[in-house]
Every structure is written in structure tokens, then in C-alpha cells.
């Protein structure tokens, strides 16, 4: 079946540092989200992408969308300690509504 | 975005009973889905609920188990039966928004957090 491997698996980084993570795959996809889940909270959307080669910001993070459809990235920058929590990568499955996830990328930021 | 709500928001059962999960949306939607989080694991769909049809469920996934309703447009209710230790998960509602018309986004209640003994 598809597959998301996301990484680095986990992270520890300096408060201020900047913070890179991707999400790869063997399939295409043509749309990927990424959201951040914190302890006992349903996933919060951060930056969804809907066409190959797109960047896109939201604030302190930019998210692109890889020119060969199966990968995405996410970058943080000048991380601060509410950044803390799991990322995770989510690609939509071609004709359907449904999303595949990633398999998370956890967060830890040392102030 | 829509405003999801999950009921409970937590439970701890005992093995062999059911438990049944609710989930409400501020706004009509067509589908809804329910995703399972395991201990420290990503999301996996189980089944997505539309109104007025039967729900359809993932590989691995069956409908004896994890019995779905969706009454409405703004409801729908997950069953866990027969629960094992196994089935101590994260369950989560989500709803797909709408960007460009094709709803591209999903957006997730808060979860159930259950734990079966």
C-alpha cells in the first residue's frame, strides 16, 4: 500500500534555530498538507499545497511541494518553544477525498 | 474552518464492551471520515461516513467492528465492539473543507482518547 516516510523520525533543536523536515513517497500525489498535533489535541492544519513546485508560507513556516509530486518539505524558522509537538505530512490519494500520513516528525526545542 | 467537536473526549473500558464515539460538525458536509491513532503512531482511516449511504471501510477495517452511523449532515457516531487492549487508540472525526471547490483540506475534532483494560 502507499506509503509517507517522514524525516528526521525526531528532533531536538535550539530555541531560535531554524527546523527542516520532508515527507517522500512512491506514489504521486497531487495535494499534501502538513499539520501539527500536540499531546492530547486532534492535528491542526498548518499549510496545505496543491500544485507541483508551489511554495507556500504561513508565517515562521514555508511548505513546498516537490516537482516530482511524491515529496514535500517543511521548514521552520527561528523555532520558539510552542513549536514543540508532532508534524506530520498528509497526501491526498488521486480521485478520492482520503489522505494518506505520514509517519511524523517529532519536535523538541531546547529554550 | 468547520468546528468539530468529539463526545468523550476520553474513557478507559473494559475488554468485551463497546463504546460508542460521537461527532459534531457546525456545518453540513457531505463526507466524514474516522481515522485511528495508535499509541505513538501516525493516522490510519478507517472509514469514511457519507449521509444516506453505507460507510466505506479501509483495508483491515470492518463493519462488525467498527459499526459507523452518519444520521445527518453534521453527525455521525463510531462504534468500537468487542474492545481488546489493542484497541486502545486515539479516535479522530475529521471533515474535508473546501478550497477551490474541491475539497482539498480536512480539518480534525479534538479526538477520543480511549483506553480499554
Known sequence: GQQLNQSPQSMFIQEGEDVSMNCTSSSIFNTWLWYKQDPGEGPVLLIALYKAGELTSNGRLTAQFGITRKDSFLNISASIPSDVGIYFCAGRVSGTYKYIFGTGTRLKVLA | ?117
Do not use: H
Open chain 2, 1 to 117: 474552518s468547520a468546528v468539530i467537536s468529539q463526545k468523550p473526549s476520553r474513557d478507559i473500558c473494559q475488554r468485551g464492551t463497546s463504546l460508542t464515539i460521537q461527532c459534531q460538525v457546525d456545518s453540513q458536509v457531505t463526507m466524514m471520515f474516522w481515522y485511528r491513532q495508535q499509541p505513538g503512531q501516525s493516522l490510519t482511516l478507517i472509514a469514511t461516513a457519507n449521509q444516506g449511504s453505507e460507510a466505506t471501510y479501509e483495508s483491515g477495517f470492518v463493519i462488525d467492528k467498527f459499526p459507523i452511523s452518519r444520521p445527518n449532515l453534521t453527525f455521525s457516531t463510531l462504534t468500537v465492539s468487542n474492545m481488546s487492549p489493542e484497541d486502545s487508540s486515539i479516535y479522530l472525526c475529521s471533515v474535508p473543507g473546501v478550497a477551490g471547490g474541491s475539497y482539498n483540506e480536512q480539518f480534525f475534532g479534538p479526538g477520543t482518547r480511549l483506553t480499554v483494560l
